[in-house]
């Protein structure tokens, strides 16, 4: 018989892509994980069909329906109650929550955010990264602390930024990797494989030290050979 499988509720408000991608993941036999509802706060999130359709409980804590910010979370704590949720995964979840609401589910809760923190917090990560002018970008899933896009880091997935990328060029290559990294360092959580002690993570993770990614690319074969070697 499997190990118990943590349940875990996702928040979203859009799109969802990333929401997919942990439910596609939840139906491997040995995922550590599967997922016990997805929690919108926007009714028209495009995501909630695809779950519902998935056969997987939903919910809508619409947070123009509450007075207060504190209100809002409130209901929503109690929703993820209702589902036995053990861990939170915030999948495009376009709010920002208090320390109160992240308290309760501290070292229960990730984000996957859209760039490599901890460079460009918050919004329109894209389109600040090819403003900076790095040559490499990528995304990162990390606990959620009180302090915006800053707890302790999880996982990261890097891409290359291209001559001629827009910001939605650059943001379908970044979102790809979202897409395989997410999955991941939910696992290693729900599998106890990792945890967050003191702020920091801890735990095993396997990475592979012989990997590199250089933006450009280097071609000069002198170079190729020193690096590989
Ligand atoms: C994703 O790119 C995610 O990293 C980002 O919103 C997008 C949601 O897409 N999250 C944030 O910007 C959080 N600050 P999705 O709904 O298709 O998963």
């Known amino acids: 018989m499997g190990v118990r499988r943590k349940k875990v509720s996702v928040l979203i408000s859009g799109r969802g892509s990333n929401m997919q991608a942990l439910v596609r993941a939840s139906r491997e036999p040995d995922c550590p994980f599967e997922i016990c509802a997805v929690i919108s706060n926007e009714p028209q999130a495009k995501g909630l069909s695809f779950a519902a359709d998935a056969g997987i409980a939903t919910a809508v804590v619409d947070h123009r329906q509450f007075e207060s910010r504190e209100a809002f979370e409130e209901v929503l704590h109690e929703t993820l109650l209702v589902f036995e949720s053990e861990l939170v995964a ?26 490599l923190l901890p460079l460009f917090k918050g919004l329109h990560t894209h389109r600040r990264a090819l403003e900076a002018g790095v040559r490499i970008h990528g995304c990162t899933v990390h606990f959620v602390t009180a302090d915006l896009d800053s707890g302790p880091i999880i996982a990261q997935g890097a891409v290359p ?13 970044v979102l790809k990797v979202e897409h395989r990294i997410y999955p991941e360092a939910l696992a290693l959580v729900a599998s106890g494989t990792v945890r967050m002690l003191d702020g920091r993570v801890v735990g095993d993770w396997q990475a592979d030290e012989q990997a590199w990614l250089s933006s450009p690319a280097v071609t ?6 020193d690096i590989t070697s």
């Not at 920002?96 to 760039?115: A, C, D, K, Q, Y």
């Not at 930024?161 to 379908?172: H, W």
């Not at 000069?220 to 050979?225: I, N």
């Open 220 to 225: 000069r074969r002198s170079l190729l050979k």
């Open 90 to 115: 915030l999948a495009g979840f376009m709010r920002i929550l208090t320390p109160t609401f992240v308290r309760n589910w501290e070292g229960r809760m990730l984000n996957i955010h859209p760039s």
């Open 161 to 173: 930024v291209l001559p001629d990328d827009t910001e939605d060029s650059l943001a379908a290559r």
